[in-house]
């Protein structure tokens, strides 16, 4: 595995009072820190910031054309590697993403040992075991009990997936824990403006927490052989509660330095619009899903055709929208389109320089208990994921900021779900639990359009079907003529400097056989 330092440059980024000459320093080793050059709480902003660098912005945009939410603009080379599933072992780059933010999470357990800094020993796990599913979900085995060592072991062997989510399911069960014993115990450090998605608030850590826990179970749900134990493990969670509003990481962002989407999307500093908007646009897959279903969303996650981030009226969505105002080509095309020309990305997800970026949807957290309880692991049954069911939606719709406010979003969101005999918008409670399901998914994906585009990989991919070449949801394999493919793949290759660094350990992990459309994670059926 290659070699991980700490990465403290990542971390300053995040805060605007780093001391003057702290780069300049030589006489201290930034290979050997100690808790006086750089203490938890300079390194947990800018840990929680690349984090959501990751999954915010373009970098899985490979997915989002995949799972038909973008593609690519007419007039710019074909992107052959996404349009044809071409990967290689070079890229992407998640694999160096996730460690190095883990070499700073690993850096914060070491130094909260004390019980006084109990919180943010908790936080630093919850977020490891974050760190840690997103390299499982892309990799399958990775180096895990013998990562993060440093000079102790540069080449570890790598664990296996499902032990792995095993124990990460335990490391949140002990950070849960921990959260409940010190509630209220004003002898426990709290976090403050160093925390910059709760300000300190543990009790959505908590939640949070648990939610993740929650997450990490259903996507292990068609791994039958661990059956009663994710039935046990979810059952668990009741008791605790779950996210109901949008984690949201803002480390202060600005017209100079903006969020990530914006950054992308948006307008640049200078006024110009930003590159990714020209680059990347709608893909007419999730826009024909929208148009059917009749719902407004459309306006939000794509922009009306001949519009772009510098027009003032970008960001004003007139409901009801009229369908001819969006159009975009299927993957694996980029014919040029009838003037004004396709759908960009939309100002739902573009919304300004200094827009939050989204640790974690709230939409998301009820769609994963809705899916939990048609699993019969949460109480309720049919009508209680109705109601689950119902709030995710309506969560979407308030994040989009639906009609200008959050009692135009509620509104429309329930005219919305209130259609009668529209696929996968309707709830079936009478269907059975994969038809339910089915529906779960699609709305899930259909919410997290372009902000959770991993998650609606990883929803595909644990549920295939061999039969339909797809799972859920269904999304139409690539029109390029040159694609030979019968699928996106299900996993990565191992980066390169694995296969030179790591030689042994890469081996023994089948790196030099993997097969990226017929070798699965482990929680694939």
Request: include cysteine; proline fraction near 6%.
């Amino acid at each position: 595995m290659k070699k991980v330092i700490v990465l403290f440059i990542i971390a300053a980024v995040g805060i605007s009072s780093c001391q003057k000459g702290f780069l300049s320093n030589l006489q201290n080793n930034p290979n050997s820190p100690t808790s006086s050059a750089a203490t938890p709480q300079l390194v947990l902003p800018g840990t929680l910031t690349s984090i959501i660098n990751i999954t915010n912005g373009t970098s899985y945009q490979s997915e989002a054309a995949w799972m038909g939410y973008w593609n690519y603009a007419p007039g710019y080379s074909f992107v052959s590697s996404v349009q044809n599933y071409v990967l290689s072992s070079g890229g992407p780059e998640h694999w160096d993403d996730y460690y190095g933010v883990l070499a700073n999470l690993n850096f914060i357990i070491s130094e909260t040992s004390d019980p006084k800094q109990a919180n943010y020993n908790a936080i630093a796990n919850i977020l490891e075991a974050v760190c840690f599913k997103g390299l499982v979900d892309n990799y399958n085995n990775v180096p895990y009990t013998q990562a993060l060592k440093g000079s102790g072991n540069f080449s570890p062997s790598y664990d296996n997936g499902s032990d792995i989510y095993d124990s990460l399911v335990a490391k949140l069960d002990a950070a849960i824990s921990s959260i409940q014993a010190n509630l209220g115990n004003s002898d426990v450090s709290v976090p403050a403006s160093d925390d910059i998605m709760f300000t300190g608030n543990m009790n959505q850590w908590l939640v949070l927490a648990n939610t993740i826990k929650l997450k990490l179970l259903v996507q292990e749900a068609a791994v039958t052989s661990k059956a009663a134990y994710l039935s046990s493990e979810a059952a668990s969670t009741a008791s605790v509660g779950y996210l109901t509003s949008d984690a949201l990481v803002n480390p202060g962002y600005s017209a100079s330095q903006p969020s990530p989407m914006w950054g992308g999307f948006g307008v640049t500093p200078s006024g110009a619009i930003a590159g990714s908007f020209t680059f990347i646009v709608g893909n007419e897959t999730a826009i024909d899903f929208y148009k059917q279903s009749n719902d407004p969303r459309l306006g939000y996650f794509y922009c009306q055709r001949g519009q772009n981030p510098t027009n003032p009226s970008y960001s004003t969505v007139s409901l009801p929208l009229t369908n001819n105002d969006y159009l975009a080509n299927y993957l694996g095309s980029q014919n040029s389109l009838p003037a004004p020309g396709g759908s960009g990305i939309g100002p739902g997800l573009a919304q300004g320089p200094t827009q939050s970026a989204v640790f974690m949807l709230a939409a998301e957290s009820y769609f994963i208990q809705a899916e939990a309880t048609v699993r019969g692991w949460l109480a309720g049954g049919a009508s209680a994921a109705q109601t689950l069911y119902q709030k995710g939606i309506t969560a979407s719709f308030e994040y989009l900021n639906v009609g200008g406010s959050t009692a135009s979003a509620d509104t429309y969101a329930a005219t919305y779900y209130g259609q009668a005999n529209t696929s996968f918008v309707t709830f079936p409670t009478s269907a059975s639990s994969d038809s339910l399901i089915h529906t779960i998914i699609t709305q899930k994906w259909a919410a997290l359009n372009g902000i959770s585009t991993v998650e609606a990989f990883n929803d595909w991919r644990r549920t295939f079907d061999p039969n339909m070449d797809s799972g859920y949801p269904i999304v139409p394999v690539s029109i390029s003529p040159s694609n030979v493919a019968p699928h996106a793949p299900f996993r990565y290759f191992y980066p390169t400097e694995e296969s030179t660094s790591n030689g042994a350990a890469w081996k023994a992990a089948g790196g030099p056989t993997i097969d990226v459309f017929n070798d699965k994670i482990f929680w694939m059926p």
